[in-house]
């Protein structure tokens, strides 16, 4: 990913952004409840009928229970296959190859396939559906599974040519959507769910690259997919995690946000910090072009070891991962229950 630095910068992108979509800005207008509609609608307020949603509300009270050294696992496997870009064919089938292994046997696994610029890529998209329930909902958690090709912000010159490993930057986004994946399936929400990692996001102004190929190819193949909502993570196992409200998903997505931050409250994650933080190119801005409301949970501003050879585990921390776990699920479980 990749963000701008001055003022006047981020005012000409956000500028050409917003041109780039007519529809962009407001179209999220009716998604959900206000921050204060959705507290008046919060579980045991209010009289229920349904024994599913009467379970469901009494077990979302409980501090939810995810396991921030197993995802610390995760990326140690998948940075032991080496860099994930297209250098390392090898590295990235076996990459593809364990998280498939992940995925619950409840979930189904497609492979969304796409040529760019010369490069195959591979997004891997994960379905959990709820049966039974009628909910027209549909949640999309997405990560970036690839890593950078080059290590182009070394402070030393000869390391700049160099892949980085990507602990933070990808393998992390990957790991807490990994344990996402098992508790969705041991406790199934009453909303339909997609995990999808994206392939190609990390190799903007390598060559002729763009940041966010593969959900850019997502999007435009797949011109029927609207899910009701979104989140990306990326960068969240570092030990100093700090994520601010990234500026495009503050302008275009502000009700997803202000549901996220309900959670982050509500699960006493402070690595999440209420203020504005920079405009992040990541793998929400296909979908907020084309007027689908997700956003970006990012480190932010970045840390010392992105897109260099020292982003490695070393760095990160269970309890960093932990939080932003505990988020993305909280916001799943309360999305529809009223
Ligand atoms: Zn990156």
Redesign the pocket.
């Known amino acids: ?1 990749f963000f701008f630095l001055r003022k006047i910068s981020l005012f000409i992108a956000f500028s050409i952004f917003l041109n780039s979509s007519d529809n962009l800005v407001g179209s999220t207008a009716e998604l959900t409840p206000t921050k204060k509609q959705f507290r008046e609608r919060t579980p045991l307020e209010k009289g229920h009928t349904n024994k599913h949603k009467t379970d469901l509300k009494r077990s979302l009270s409980a501090v939810i229970d995810f396991d921030g050294q197993i995802a610390m696992r995760h990326i140690e496997n998948l940075t032991s296959f080496g860099p994930r870009s297209p250098e390392h064919p090898q590295a990235k089938l076996l990459t593809l190859s364990y998280i498939r292994s992940q995925i619950p046997p409840s979930m189904s696994i497609q492979l969304h396939e796409f040529d760019a610029n010369a490069l195959n890529g591979t997004n891997l998209w994960v379905s959990s559906r709820v049966e039974k329930k009628n909910s027209n909902t549909l949640i999309m958690i997405g990560t970036h599974w690839d890593t ?1 090709s080059i290590a182009d912000q070394e402070t030393d010159i000869t390391k700049r040519n160099m892949p980085v490993l990507g602990a933070n ?1 990808g393998a992390s986004g990957v790991a807490v959507l990994i344990e996402v994946a098992k508790h969705l399936h041991s406790k199934p929400p009453s909303v339909n769910v997609d995990l999808i990692f994206f392939d190609l ?2 190799l903007g102004n390598v060559g002729n690259n763009k940041y966010a190929i593969g959900s850019s190819k997502f999007v435009k193949e797949n011109p029927k997919y609207r899910p009701t909502a979104g989140i990306i993570i990326d ?1 969240v196992c570092d030990r100093d995690l700090r994520i601010p409200r990234e500026y495009y998903s503050s302008v275009s997505a502000p009700e997803v946000l202000a549901r996220v931050w309900e959670s982050a409250e509500r699960q006493d994650a402070e690595v999440f910090k209420n203020v504005i933080g920079g405009a992040v190119i990541d793998d929400h801005i296909p979908f907020l072009q084309v007027g689908i409301p997700v956003v970006n949970l990012i480190h932010f501003p970045f840390p010392k070891t ?2 260099t050879t020292e982003d490695t585990i070393k760095f990160c921390r269970s309890r960093s991962l932990s939080q932003v776990g505990r988020v993305i699920l909280d916001f799943i479980y309360h999305y529809d229950v009223n």
Do not use: I, L, N, P
């Open positions: 990913m950078r930057d996001e990390d960068m992105w897109h």
